[in-house]
Nanobody
């Protein structure tokens, strides 16, 4: 089973940018749909972005559309989330996930990383 490790989280001021990465352990990485989800304190985990196997299609939550960009490098078995124009409400633990049964729903993903904290100060 693929293992996922996120990195790149941290503290940034509102309006700033941050890129989080998720490295996968297997060369079968290219066979997975990859997604990013986030969970803020006291809130449920929510979909952020997803990308299909060959990067043909990307999907975004309305709240991040136009500010976040998901991308992947299958040769490096890594998926990225570039976050621009960050807002305090983007503060959350960000999780990457791998799956083959869905795009925007967490139930479509079978493997999850441990998460990386992103904190946006006002």
């Amino acid at each position: 089973q693929v293992q996922l490790v996120e990195s790149g989280g941290g503290l940034v001021q509102a309006g700033g940018s941050l890129r989080v990465s998720c490295a996968a352990s297997e060369r079968t990485f290219s066979s997975y749909i990859m997604g990013w989800f986030r969970q803020a304190p006291g809130k449920e985990r929510e979909f952020v972005a997803a990308i299909t196997r060959s990067s043909t299609c990307t999907y975004y939550a309305e709240s991040v559309k136009g500010r976040f960009t998901i991308s992947r490098d299958n040769a490096k078995t890594t998926v990225y989330l570039q976050m621009n124009s960050l807002k305090p409400e983007d503060t959350a633990v960000y999780y990457c996930a791998a799956g083959d049964r869905g795009v925007t729903s967490a139930v479509g993903y079978d493997t999850w990383g441990q998460g990386t904290q992103v904190t946006v100060s006002s």
